[in-house]
């Protein structure tokens, strides 16, 4: 049975069909998310009916407070809800950092019993966190659909400059009304999109490592993403016009992808090597000490720039491999020591090393996903026919003015290029670009991006 979703008259999201025989541990997520146009006025009886309390701290900033802060503020006072402002750096755009973070938490008193996030991707980390270190439950008063974080678990933040990733929860209440989302700036709603269509991508990589590693692919979370990407291409000139019904769609597309990770608790289905390039270009631009790029927007364009790869392998003669010359020019473990530290930095490239020990592989495992590929590369070719045409993508991007190109969002096309080659080596999660790099291809598809070092 598919997966489908629908709504109680409350606007509450029903998440139906999630039987699965798989062999993940699926949890049904609890969280009460709402979606509807007008809905903020109703987040009391959402409050209410979780029984959080009547004492809150509501973080937004200069951007989110004229969109929805002040109402939201207005709407749970009049309900008899005390509520303690936190308006996040009143002098400028909000980082989830350390000054972001402490300024939530110097916010909260003894009394507090939520906290409510207006915002989206920084305002909620910066929210995930102080929930994670109160213990206290939050929500979250989604403000653009730029993101799939909503429903995340984890909070990517920044400290000292560098970027981190701590747990923390999902909001209890999500609160999606559409109407402010609408209001959201057109680059915004562009990266909501972006976010989504690298789940092509994900979803791809995912069934290549059930083919190589017999790694357990989830056909349930497999295709609720694959239905809320080509529910958002379809319907991309509503969400263009921002119609409440092209928004829906898009908030629809990213809280659906989100609740994946709730049900599995793992994010394999939405987010692989192109999430790995956009986080490579976030450490690149602020060891320049430059802001992060805009994470929707990097990650489209990493779709963009990978997806010849998929479409090239599904072409491939992989009779023709030479094994014994593989064998022979293989990186032992000093060189792969130096191109992590090359490539990502001493200490990130430690740290990923350190956190990745299975990343290192024996001729005899890589000899074994070789052998694997050339029995089952009809099934993997399978896999890549899936996707739907490039063109479908980029055309998508344009009509949304997105950005195109990693020099549109100021990353230098050496940061660019050493990112596609590098990206592999973030996590263990196998990807297609693991399997073209066992397979000594990888060099050759990257041709168009080359290293210039050696
Ligand atoms: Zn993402
Ligand atoms: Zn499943």
Redesign the pocket.
């Known amino acids: 049975m598919a997966a489908t979703i629908s709504y109680d008259r409350n606007h509450r999201l029903i998440l139906s069909g999630l039987e699965c025989d798989c062999a993940c541990q699926h949890r049904m997520p609890d969280q009460d998310i709402y979606v509807g146009e007008d809905i903020l006025p109703d987040l009391p009886s959402y409050i209410e009916r979780r029984k959080l309390g009547r004492n809150c701290v509501l973080v937004c900033d200069r951007n989110t407070y004229p969109v929805a802060g002040e109402r939201t503020e207005r709407i749970l006072s009049d309900a008899g809800i005390k509520v303690i402002m936190c308006l996040l750096k009143r002098d400028g755009d909000v980082d989830p950092d350390e000054r972001s973070v402490g300024e939530v938490l110097l916010s909260i008193q003894p009394e507090t019993e939520f906290i409510v996030a207006v915002g989206s991707g920084s305002i909620t980390d910066t929210c995930r966190v102080n929930a994670a270190r109160t213990g206290l439950p939050f929500v979250s008063v989604g403000t653009a659909p730029s993101?799939?974080?909503y429903t995340s678990a984890v909070a990517p933040l920044l400290l000292r400059g560098l970027k981190i990733h701590r747990q923390g929860p999902c909001p209890e209440i999500i609160c999606c009304d559409t109407r402010i989302m609408a209001t959201a700036p057109d680059w915004m709603i562009a990266a909501g999109v972006g976010?989504v269509l690298?789940k092509f991508i994900a979803k791809a990589d995912w069934k290549i490592g059930s083919i190589i590693n017999d790694e357990v692919y989830c056909p349930v979370c497999g295709q609720i993403v694959t239905d809320a990407v080509n529910r958002l291409i379809d319907n991309v000139d509503k969400i263009k016009a921002k119609t409440p019904e092209g928004i829906q769609i898009l908030i629809e597309g990213l809280l659906l992808a989100g609740i994946t990770v709730l049900i599995i608790g793992h994010t394999r289905a939405?987010?692989s090597v192109e999430?790995n390039i956009a986080h490579f270009w976030d450490m690149s631009e602020l060891a320049l000490g430059h802001r992060a790029p805009c994470?929707?927007a990097s990650?489209g364009i990493g779709t963009l720039m990978v997806w010849p790869m998929f479409t090239r392998f599904a072409e491939e003669d992989l009779s023709k491999l030479d094994l014994d010359a593989l064998r022979r020019d293989r990186m032992d473990r000093d060189q792969r020591v130096r191109w992590m530290h090359r490539t990502w930095g001493v200490e990130n490239g430690d740290t990923i090393m350190e956190e990745n020990p299975g990343d290192f592989l024996t001729w005899e495992e890589q000899e074994r996903r070789i052998r694997r590929a050339q029995e089952r590369f009809p099934e993997i070719r399978e896999v890549i026919r899936e996707l739907p045409p490039v063109e479908r993508i980029r055309g998508t991007l344009e009509k949304l003015g997105a950005p195109m190109e990693a020099k549109d969002l100021g990353i230098s096309d050496e940061v660019r290029n050493i990112s596609i080659h590098c990206a592999k080596d973030y996590r263990t999660r196998y990807t297609l670009f693991k399997l073209l790099d066992e397979c000594g291809l990888l060099k050759e598809y990257l041709s168009d991006y080359p290293l210039n070092w050696d």
């Open positions: 993101m799939d974080g976010d690298g939405v987010a999430h994470h929707g990650v």
